[in-house]
């Protein structure tokens, strides 16, 4: 056993005593940050945040209120917005059709190994970043003013983000894809698209699927959100609703329960789905 170092352990106490200064330098920023912006937006902010936080919950007290008084009426209003709930699912469902398309492009093109283009490997990953960075209520603004409002605008701009957001997913996956298969075909003759289809996608399928599940579930939630500027779907609606007041409360609690219930529906199904290709994927990886 080699004999003790004191200047080992001297070292050490002085390199734990130097991380916790500046994790404690670190923290105190972070609080002072905190609050300096919290005491810039409460200023900016018309009458206070603390000063109004007493009636915070008097806004929703008002319309649940209105929603028990007519509850009898629910049903029926749930009924009506169900054309509206159908748009947004469909506005969801087209994004992430092509979507997922664009993204397994962009996800092979970036990921080397597999690129027929390496020299254009970091071109297509900051076209992605730019992509994911555009958040989608942005892009919709801008379409809107250029197309006109509607459920298009909505889903193109669901469908660039998600080019950006699913393309890295697929990216980071195709990135730990056995390229033993790939060189294979290759040394047969194969086509880059035949190497990519045969070797590639057999592997990555389950986790592309589990992620593009993922990214449905976040389409639907965006589809209503962009319907408040304008896109179209059950959002436009709601949005509607709220801005009508008190008398139309009652449309408001019931095209909320209803997009509720959509999406716990859908969490539920698209997570027991992801759950069997995961586990799918696993087994056929241990098979391998």
């Known amino acids: 056993m080699p004999p003790h170092d004191p200047n080992l352990t001297e070292i050490y106490i002085a390199h734990a005593r130097r991380k916790r200064l500046y994790g404690g330098l670190i923290l105190a920023v972070f609080v002072a940050l905190m609050a300096a912006g919290f005491h810039t937006a409460d200023a900016r902010n018309a009458g206070g945040f603390l000063a109004g936080l007493h009636r915070i919950f008097d806004f929703p007290a008002e319309i649940f209120s209105e929603a028990l008084a007519k509850w009898r009426a629910l049903p029926g209003r749930m009924w009506g917005a169900l054309p509206a709930l159908i748009e947004t699912l469909n506005v969801a469902a087209v994004s992430i059709v ?79 894809a056995d390229l033993r298969p790939v060189e294979g075909l290759q040394s047969t003759g194969a086509t880059w698209v035949q190497r990519i289809w045969f070797g590639v996608i057999p592997q990555v399928a389950p986790n592309w699927s589990s992620y593009a599940l993922l990214r449905f579930e976040i389409n639907i939630r965006a589809s209503a959100i962009l319907g408040f500027v304008g896109a179209g779907g ?42 069997r290709l995961v586990r799918g994927g696993k087994l056929a990886e241990g098979r391998i």
């Open 234 to 275: 059950i959002g436009y609606d709601l949005k509607t609703a709220l801005q009508w007041g008190a008398g139309r409360y009652d449309s408001v609690v019931a095209i909320f329960a209803l997009l509720f219930l959509t999406i716990v529906v859908v969490d539920t199904v698209s997570d027991r789905a992801r759950n």
């Open 98 to 176: 092509i979507g997922g398309l664009g993204a397994m492009l962009l996800a092979v093109l970036s990921t080397p190994g597999l690129a027929p283009w390496p020299r254009l490997v970091p071109l297509f990953r900051r076209l992605m970043d730019i992509l994911r960075a555009l958040p989608e209520i942005v892009t919709a603004l801008v379409l809107i003013y250029l197309l006109g409002g509607g459920p298009v605008a909505g889903m193109v701009a669901i469908t660039l983000h998600g080019f950006g957001a699913l393309g890295k997913l697929f990216a980071e996956v195709a990135e730990n």
